[in-house]
C-alpha cells in the first residue's frame, strides 16, 4: 500500500493497479485490504482494481482518539471517491464493507455502476457470539495479556473459515492486531459497532437502482446464509448465488470460485 488519503486527521493508506474499468473492493472486520488482494490482482488484467485499509485497520492510522464505526467508515468511503475521482465504480464489499458502501451510496451521495455485496453485515441482528460478547466487557479484554489476546484473536479469526486457515493466512490476518496499538485498536472497533448504522439505511435498499449481486457461501457460521436471500427480496432486482463449503472467510475458503462468480458478474455489468 504505497499511496494516502488524508481526512480529518486520519491516514488511509491505498493503492491501485491494473487498467479498465474501476473496480473497488471494501473489506470487513478483522480483516484489511490483503484479503481482497490476490483477486484483484486476478482482475487487474481487465480492470483498475482499488485497495484500501480502512482506519482503524490494517496499514492505515489507529489512533484512539479517531471514531471507527461505521457512520465515519461510510462518509470517509464517499470522500475517498471524491479524492479519486472515481466516478461510478464497480464496488465490491465483503463483511462490513458492505455496510459501509451502502451508507456512502445511500447516505453520502456515492454512485456505483454495480454493487456486489459478499457475506456482508447488512440486516440486523449482526455479530458472531464472541463479538457481541467482547462488546459487552470491552474493559476486560482490553486488558487481556498479549499471549491470551493472541490466542483469543487467532481462534476467534479461524473461526470465520468452514475449511480452516492454513498457518500462514492466519498470521497474515492477525498480524495487524498483535502490537500494543493493534490490541487497542482490535477491541476498540468491536465496543463502537453499533447496529443503528445499518437500521436507518435498511429502509433504503429498495431504492437502489443500480445492479447489485450478492454473493454468500453456505457455510458462514457468522453471518448465516438465509441472510443473503432476505437482503435479495430488500433490494427487488438484486441476483443472489450461493458458494458451496465456504464460510465468512470466503475468500480463503472458496477463492477459485469467488474470483470465477467476480469475473461473470463484472463481465456481465460492464458492457
Known amino acids: ?39 484483484a490482482a486476478t482482475l487487474a488484467g481487465q480492470f483498475t482494481v482499488y485497495l484500501w485499509d480502512m482506519p482503524g485497520y490494517g496499514a492505515s492510522s489507529k489512533d484512539a482518539s479517531h471514531p471507527v464505526d461505521l457512520g465515519v467508515q461510510g462518509e470517509l468511503f464517499a470522500a475517498l471517491l471524491e479524492h479519486w475521482g472515481v466516478e461510478r465504480p464497480h464496488v465490491v464489499a465483503h463483511d462490513f464493507g458492505g455496510a459501509v458502501a451502502l451508507r456512502a451510496r445511500l447516505h453520502h451521495g456515492a ?13 440486523s441482528p449482526w455479530g458472531s457470539p464472541f463479538f457481541r460478547l467482547v462488546k459487552e466487557n470491552v474493559a476486560v479484554f482490553e486488558q487481556l495479556p498479549p499471549d491470551v489476546h493472541r490466542g483469543a ?8 473459515s468452514h475449511r480452516g486457515l492454513r498457518p500462514d493466512d492466519l498470521s497474515v490476518l492477525a498480524e495487524p492486531w498483535l502490537d500494543a496499538t493493534g490490541q487497542a485498536a482490535f477491541y476498540r472497533q468491536i465496543a463502537e459497532a453499533d447496529e443503528r448504522f445499518t437500521e436507518d439505511v435498511e429502509p433504503h435498499y429498495g431504492d437502489i437502482d443500480e445492479p447489485v449481486h450478492i454473493i454468500w457461501g453456505t457455510e458462514d457460521s457468522w453471518i448465516p446464509s438465509d441472510r443473503a436471500q432476505r437482503l435479495g427480496e430488500l433490494i427487488p432486482h438484486a441476483s443472489v448465488v450461493l458458494i458451496e463449503e465456504a464460510g465468512h ?7 477459485a470460485a469467488l474470483a470465477a462468480e467476480l469475473g461473470r458478474w463484472l463481465s456481465r455489468v460492464d458492457r
Open 1 to 39: 500500500m504505497t499511496r494516502e488519503f488524508r481526512w480529518r486527521g486520519r491516514t488511509v493508506r491505498w493503492d491501485r493497479a491494473g487498467s479498465g474499468p474501476a473496480v473497488v473492493f471494501l473489506h470487513g472486520t478483522p480483516w484489511s485490504s490483503q484479503l481482497w488482494a490476490p483477486i
Open 111 to 123: 454512485e456505483y455502476q454495480s454493487l456486489c455485496l459478499v457475506d456482508v453485515v447488512a440486516l
Open 153 to 160: 484473536l487467532e481462534a476467534y479469526i479461524g473461526g470465520a
Open 249 to 255: 472467510l470466503i475468500q480463503l475458503d472458496a477463492p
